[in-house]
């Protein structure tokens, strides 16, 4: 009898195990594959994509443009944004309109900043914003090595994000819709540790916080807050990584990310990425830190001729550290 009684507790724990699998599985499917994209014109006419003259930022600008959205591009450099308007012209031709807006999130202040946007979106029916713009330290190091990089890092990823969605909710909250998709980090919300880009890391772990509770906040406000997290992605951020099947280039990339825009608070938008980040997040964290750490001290060996000349022309720091 006592047999029976658990042999049926271990079947019943059993099936509801492969159900709960095979339900996850299916709602993957459908949301990766299947799901028909959101109408992204509905939210409003024009995009702004801060970081848009380079990597995941100017491939997303090239897909909203795609969809017939007019554009506006924030970015550092004046002339890379005038030729990123140009080749967008070139290729979708004039029926895209391409505003541009000089901005410098590690410079400008956040007076300046919020003075820009709101000047730049005055009078246009903003519908979507992707916070882009991100940096990260062009070599891994220790917390103690780069200090004025950490601010800049700082700025740019928490302070620019921040003051670019407050310049830009107001007037999605008067049109009651809007869509902000925040650019995350596989190295904060997978791995949760990141030894040697420790800054980098937890400026998206901020990311992702404010993503999620902007979500709960502005929902009924008819706003759809979105957290999408690339993992490798071939840019010039990450001067080693070149194309890969797990390392897709920026084109490849964006092109899955619109069809994520106004679901999940959080998404890995690429097919790949998401795989490779449900298996690597079921891995001990302790393990991930400690393979995390010994890829980072491999890096500073095998990278040190190119990345040496780069860093120096940045600033007068010494690179080569007893900790090595
Ligand atoms: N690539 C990856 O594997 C990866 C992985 C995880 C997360 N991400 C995130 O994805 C986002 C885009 O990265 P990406 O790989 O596309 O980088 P990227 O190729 O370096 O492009 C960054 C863009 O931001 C602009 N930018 C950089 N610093 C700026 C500043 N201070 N002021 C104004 N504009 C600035 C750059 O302008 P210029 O054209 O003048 O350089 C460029 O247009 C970032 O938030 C990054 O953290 C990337
Ligand atoms: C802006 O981009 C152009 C073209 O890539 C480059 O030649 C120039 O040095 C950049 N300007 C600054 C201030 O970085």
Not at 215 to 228: L, T
Request: proline share 4%; net charge positive; glycine share 8%.
């Amino acid at each position: 009898m006592e047999k029976h009684v658990l042999e049926l507790l271990a079947r019943t724990i059993g099936y509801m195990t492969i159900i709960r699998v095979l339900i996850a599985i299916c709602r993957w499917v459908w949301a990766t594959f299947l799901r028909p994209a959101k109408n992204l014109k509905e939210y409003g006419s024009w995009a702004l994509v801060t970081g848009s003259t380079d990597g995941i930022g100017k491939a997303l600008a090239f897909e909203l443009a795609s969809k017939g959205l007019h554009l506006i591009l924030v970015s550092r450099n004046s002339t890379k944004l005038k030729a990123t308007a140009d080749e967008i012209h070139g290729r979708y031709g004039s029926g895209v309109q391409v505003r541009t807006v000089v901005i410098d999130f590690s410079r400008d202040s956040l007076e300046v900043i919020g003075k820009r946007i709101e000047e730049g979106i005055e009078g246009l029916d903003v519908g979507i914003l992707i916070n882009n713009v991100g940096m990260c330290n062009s070599w891994p190091r220790f917390f103690h090595e780069a200090d004025c990089m950490a601010d800049e890092i700082i700025k740019v990823n928490v302070e620019g994000t921040s003051r670019v969605t407050k310049a830009v909710l107001p007037s999605m909250l008067i049109k009651k819709k809007g869509a902000i998709v925040n650019i995350g980090s596989g190295s904060a919300e997978i791995l949760q540790s990141f030894p040697l880009l420790s800054v980098y890391a937890a400026t998206k772990a901020y990311i992702h916080q404010f993503s999620r509770s902007l979500y709960v906040e502005y929902k009924q406000h008819g706003i759809d807050v979105q957290c999408q997290v690339p993992l490798f992605v071939a840019t010039k951020i990450l001067p080693m990584t070149l194309p890969s099947f797990l390392a897709p280039t920026p084109e490849v990339y964006s092109e899955a990310c619109l069809r994520w825009i106004g679901y999940e608070p959080v998404c890995l938008p690429y097919w790949l990425h998401s795989f490779q980040g449900s298996l690597v997040h079921a891995m001990p964290k302790g393990f991930l830190g400690w393979v995390a750490l010994k890829y980072c001290l491999h890096l500073r060996k095998v990278e040190k001729p190119t990345v040496f000349e780069q860093v120096m022309k940045r600033e007068n720091e010494p690179l080569f550290n007893v900790l090595e």
